[in-house]
């Protein structure tokens, strides 16, 4: 599934479900969104498939970069426990 995309939307559907699966799901506390960790999510699937070293390496790197390219919400960079849009404004109350 993830070789094979297929549509934004489908791609962002089975992200979260993998999230789901491997652990790396959070929700935003203010708005419920399902919220994937993305570095979570690459290591437990590096795991899971028992890469290790230089391939290891890669295959997180590469999943990584899917996830944040792709439409799913990865969470605030300051604060993972909050979409980015909730992070901003948090930030902008202080
Ligand atoms: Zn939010």
């Given at each position: 599934m993830l070789?094979?995309?297929?549509k934004d939307e489908d791609f962002s559907h089975e992200l979260i479900r993998l999230a789901?699966?491997?652990?790396?799901?959070?929700?935003?506390?203010?708005c419920n969104t399902d919220i994937v960790r993305s570095?979570?999510?690459a290591a437990a699937i590096v795991d899971h498939y028992?890469?290790?070293g230089d391939e290891?390496?890669?295959?997180?790197e590469a999943l990584e970069?899917?996830?944040?390219?792709?439409?799913?919400?990865?969470?605030?960079?300051?604060d993972p426990s909050v979409c980015s849009y909730h992070g901003n404004v948090i930030r902008r109350d202080d």
């Open positions: 070789e094979n995309p297929g789901d699966i491997f652990n790396a799901l959070g929700k935003c506390w203010v570095d979570a999510l028992g890469l290790e290891a390496d890669e295959a997180s970069r899917a996830i944040s390219d792709s439409d799913v919400e990865v969470g605030d960079w300051e």
